[in-house]
T-cell receptor
Framework: GENVEQHPSTLSVQEGDSAVIKCTYS??????FPWYKQELGKRPQLIID?????GEKKDQRIAVTLNKTAKHFSLHITETQPEDSAVYFCAASSYNTDKLIFGTGTRLQVFP | EPEVTQTPSHQVTQMGQEVILRCVPISNHLYFYWYRQILGQKVEFLVS????????KSEIFDDQFSVERPDGSNFTLKIRSTKLEDSAMYFC????????????FGQGTRLTVV
């Protein structure tokens, strides 16, 4: 069945460093890949998404890359700040469904 | 900014009891969802709803679960006879166009079954 794997489960970085979170999906029909940020006790919020017709997308300090052949997509955060500390979830959905299959989450801690 | 709102924020119920979780999606959205997150685990899809009917459901969404849009604004999830393993955070979400578009999540209802 559909599955999304996410690594690492925890990530600690120094403020100003970069952080990279990687996901792998199993369903070759997947064509939409959002990333959600969930702060403690709050709702998941979309931070960036990418569709399968694009290899890379950037929004200020956040970028996402997609390798359809390898079924990999990654989140890159540059110049990390303490307020980036949260749990990040990748997700995938395919053209014939609107459900999101989530990864297991990465807890990012940015130390000042 | 419009938000998806959920009530209650926390519900404690005895095993075997029925619970109804309530959601008010964003007003012009047409697609509605329920997801759940067991503590420390990933967010899991339960059901999607469009045009007053279920469009898709997961294997988790068995006969104990039902959804309803009783009026033009509310979207509810009912669990008929709760089990201990139903304890989780339940998120409602909505989107305007469905697939390939952003799903906006509510703040969640933490359900504790004792």
């Amino acid at each position: 069945g559909e599955n999304v794997e996410q690594h690492p489960s925890t990530l600690s970085v120094q403020e100003g460093d970069s952080a990279v979170i990687k996901c792998t999906y199993s369903d070759s029909a997947s064509n939409y890949f959002p990333w959600y940020k969930q702060e403690l006790g709050k709702r998941p919020q979309l931070i960036i998404d990418i569709r399968s017709n694009v290899g890379e997308k950037k929004d200020q300090r956040i970028a996402v890359t997609l390798n359809k052949t390898a079924k990999h997509f990654s989140l890159h955060i540059t110049e990390t700040q303490p307020e980036d500390s949260a749990v990040y979830f990748c997700a995938a959905s395919s053209y014939n469904t609107d459900k999101l299959i989530f990864g297991t989450g990465t807890r990012l801690q940015v130390f000042p | 900014e419009p938000e998806v709102t959920q009530t209650p924020s926390h519900q404690v119920t005895q095993m075997g009891q029925e619970v109804i979780l309530r959601c008010v999606p964003i007003s012009n959205h047409l697609y509605f969802y329920w997801y759940r997150q067991i503590l420390g685990q990933k967010v899991e899809f339960l059901v999607s709803f469009y045009n007053n009917e279920i469009s898709e459901k997961s294997e988790i969404f068995d006969d104990q679960f039902s959804v309803e849009r009783p009026d033009g604004s509310n979207f509810t999830l009912k669990i008929r006879s709760t089990k201990l393993e139903d304890s989780a955070m339940y998120f409602c979400a909505s989107s305007f166009r469905g697939w390939n578009t952003e799903a906006f999540f509510g703040q969640g209802t933490r359900l504790t079954v004792v």
